[in-house]
């Protein structure tokens, strides 16, 4: 997995820039780092009842709740609108 991150320099003239592309095992990810990998660019929704209403929670990748639409297709269109990419989770 690719991710940008601070890089350590050495104070070489030719080092890396601040930010780089390094790869990172997820399995030696903290369960933080985890939870905050593409909360600004992934969405899940599920289906849930609101109000005694069938609909579709919409949740940022680190599980914080951010809407309910009423049909599927809503819920996939605001997470499009936002830029942001739709899973979906049953």
Known sequence: MN????????G???AVADTATRMVNV??????QFAQLGVKQVAYVK??????????????A????MA????L???IGAILQHDMLAALVH
């Open 47 to 60: 289906p849930v009842m609101f109000n005694g209403a069938p609909g579709f929670a919409i949740h940022a």
């Open 73 to 75: 297709d809503t819920a």
């Open 3 to 10: 991710v940008n991150s601070p890089v350590e320099t050495d």
């Open 27 to 32: 399995r030696h990810m903290t369960p933080m």
């Open 68 to 71: 309910v639409a009423p049909q």
């Open 62 to 65: 680190d599980g914080s709740p």
């Open 12 to 14: 070489d003239d030719d």
